[in-house]
């Protein structure tokens, strides 16, 4: 994912052959750089063009990320859900749970991830699943700062203890060092000890580091004391519970008294002979040169940002969050160059919402993580008053683009209408125009499609899919499948071409194929003309066989004579007469008889003109011919037999 406005990566790109020139195709997907032939230069050269992909989103096409794709999708609908006429103060615990569903999912995936990629045996591999799990820790870090400050919207207080549990979430190093401490033959002698011991004063974790001085308290019996006064000073470092009676003010007074509690014992020197337990005692008043020369084990400015503010501004505003999260960085990265995620990090703490999406659209390599934080945050109204220039909102405009990155593969388009589906301004557009470049590589993936714009009551997509396949079937001589698609069309036209097909197969063949669709064609035979004959000519057929003789005769007669049969078709139908002109009783009344012998005439004239037309007199030998005598005499005697009975019967 590029930034349209800034300069682009160079790719070099190798193995282009002399004398060759260089054609693009450009793709949501791909871009492809393949090898031309100048005309003017001669006879192309021997061997292939080579094809290079020069930028490629790998993210969609790993087994692992899709799970990402896919399940973030399903919170997606079901925040869509989400009624926008409640209050939002009842729907806010609703969003918060949301906003660490959607995390759950990026830690399960970064965990599957460091799992492939210990075991991948490619380097190449094991590298690939590293960044990708480095992306996923940024994005798991920022998400979940955003849902502190904006989501969850903690207050003075409060605050502090989400932010701590924002760095000790993403800073747990410390467990696994503080593992293998414990697991020593000696804890307290071990080399990590104290870092450990730090790491815990640091993140406010002073239970643990009471735990932890207590081996070291066990060692020196001389120190017992010392160790005792400090084991004290950390049992009463007030926290703040936002659950409880106590008001903000009662609490800021208290943690002062224990904070000059703490502060006299340094100018007493009461540490000194210990320097570990000075540099304790320094930390937990918040000196901020102790602070940075410990910044080994904070490792970043935004955990020095939270240790700073937790024993020096333990009830922080959201409002001054900014000042000091400017001069921590400023501070802690003295003349460094931020990198992007500072950047990014450091927006949020100014609640700055728009930078941060900004940053991480042009920081991160996919719009999966901007898409679905800023539709969170829209449904929380934090983004109502940013539009975009061409009519969409910010949320929208994510959405197509994310959605149209997914329609690139093979399945996951699937998951990309719905987002389509929840972007009201021009997101059926955008699903017109991507659904007709959706792959129907199969008949079942074209009945899904299909479903989709039928739903969506997108009636061209719908003919062009419909066509599109029954072409394909044409081609592949499954007339039963072309007239079902054609049918689903409603194409006319097309449904005339594959019955005159059935009736020509007919013709050759003597019986139909897909005898079930035909039979069942019901009101559906009345798209045209030719399908009602169809549909018909098959009930004669059936009437026929189940020995219905009158039934079947006044059928035939009347696709001749309503001119529902097409008259080059007329010779079959009279064939088929002959069997029940030739039945012992009457079938065909005598003036039934008259107009078989008028469609008769009226055939033979029309063949007598096409062979005086085509310069070749019609032979005796002629089957058509002969067919025509035979159908007069059995005509004729029919007539005899009819006019008989029919005298008979009136007197």
């Not at 207590?214 to 020196?220: D, E, F, P, S």
Request: glycine share 4%; aromatic share 10%.
């Amino acid at each position: 994912m590029e930034e349209v406005d800034v300069e682009p990566v160079v790719t070099n790109i190798s193995g282009i052959r002399p004398g060759k020139r260089m054609g693009f195709a450009w793709g949501p997907g791909d871009i492809l750089v393949y090898e031309t032939q100048n005309k003017a230069s001669g006879p192309t050269g021997s061997g292939c063009a080579f094809i290079h992909v020069v930028r490629k989103d790998e993210d969609i096409y790993s087994p692992i990320l899709r799970k990402l794709f896919n399940e973030s999708h399903h919170i997606f609908v079901g925040l869509q859900t989400i009624k926008d006429d409640l209050p939002s103060k009842s729907k806010k615990p609703q969003f918060v749970s949301i906003s660490r569903n959607y995390r759950s999912v990026i830690r399960a995936c970064m965990e599957e991830l460091q799992q492939a990629a210990v075991s991948a045996n490619d380097t190449d591999m094991a590298t690939q699943y590293g960044n990708q799990v480095s992306i996923l820790l940024a994005i798991e870090l920022i998400w979940n700062l955003c849902e502190v400050l904006f989501i969850d919207a903690a207050p003075a207080g409060s605050l502090l203890l989400h932010l701590l549990d924002w760095v000790r979430l993403h800073k747990s190093d410390v467990d696994e060092k503080a593992k293998g401490v414990l697991q020593s033959d000696s804890p307290a002698e071990h080399r990590d000890y104290w870092d450990v011991v730090l790491s815990y004063v640091l993140q406010g974790r002073l239970e643990d580091t009471r735990k932890m001085l207590m081996k070291q308290a066990m060692l020196q019996p001389a120190a017992k004391s010392m160790y005792k006064l400090m084991d004290s000073l950390l049992s009463k470092m007030p926290f703040y519970n936002p659950g409880g009676t106590q008001t903000l003010t009662e609490f800021d007074v208290k943690w002062r008294n224990w904070h000059e509690e703490v502060d006299r014992y340094l100018k007493d020197n009461s540490f000194a002979s210990n320097q570990h337990l000075e540099v304790i005692c320094k930390i937990l008043l918040g000196d901020e040169d102790v602070l940075l020369e410990h910044k080994e084990l904070l490792s970043t400015w935004y955990y020095f940002l939270i240790t700073r503010l937790l024993y020096c501004h333990p009830t922080v505003k959201p409002t001054e969050l900014h000042y000091y999260a400017q001069s921590s960085m400023m501070m802690f990265l003295d003349s460094g160059v931020p990198e992007p995620l500072d950047s990014i990090l450091l927006a949020a703490f100014e609640f700055d919402i728009h930078q941060v999406i900004k940053d991480c659209s042009i920081a991160l390599n996919n719009w999966w993580f901007v898409a679905h934080l800023t539709d969170l945050l829209d449904h929380c109204k934090l983004l109502q008053s940013h539009n975009l220039h061409f009519g969409s909102n910010l949320r929208e405009f994510l959405l197509l683009e994310y959605a149209s990155g997914l329609f690139t593969h093979h399945s996951l388009w699937q998951c990309a209408v719905d987002y389509f589906d929840h972007c009201p301004e021009f997101g059926r557009v955008y699903l017109e125009l991507q659904i007709e470049r959706v792959p129907l590589d199969t008949e079942r993936k074209a009945l899904k499609v299909l479903r989709i714009c039928e739903e969506r009551q997108m009636s061209e997509q719908v003919r062009s899919i419909c066509k599109i396949m029954a072409m394909r079937a044409v081609r592949n001589n499954r007339l039963g499948s072309a007239l079902s698609w054609s049918i689903r069309a409603k194409d006319a036209a097309f449904a005339t071409l594959i019955s005159e097909r059935f009736l020509q197969d007919y013709c050759a063949k003597g019986t139909f194929s897909d005898l079930d669709l035909i039979d069942n064609l019901g009101s559906t035979m009345l798209l045209s003309d030719r399908l009602t004959f169809l549909g018909k000519y098959r009930e004669f057929h059936k009437l026929y066989g189940e020995k219905c003789f009158s039934d079947a005769a006044k059928l035939l007669l009347s696709l001749m004579t309503a001119k529902i049969a097409p008259q080059s078709f007329w010779m079959t139908l009279l064939t088929d007469a002959l069997p029940l002109l030739e039945q012992k009783e009457v079938i065909f009344s005598a003036e039934q008889t008259y107009e078989l012998m008028y469609c008769l005439e009226e055939l033979t004239s029309s063949l007598i003109t096409a062979a005086s037309g085509s310069g070749r007199p019609m032979q005796e030998e002629d089957v058509e011919v002969t067919k025509v005598e035979m159908l007069r005499l059995a005509l004729a005697r029919n007539l005899a037999s009819a006019i008989v009975k029919e005298g008979t019967m009136q007197t």
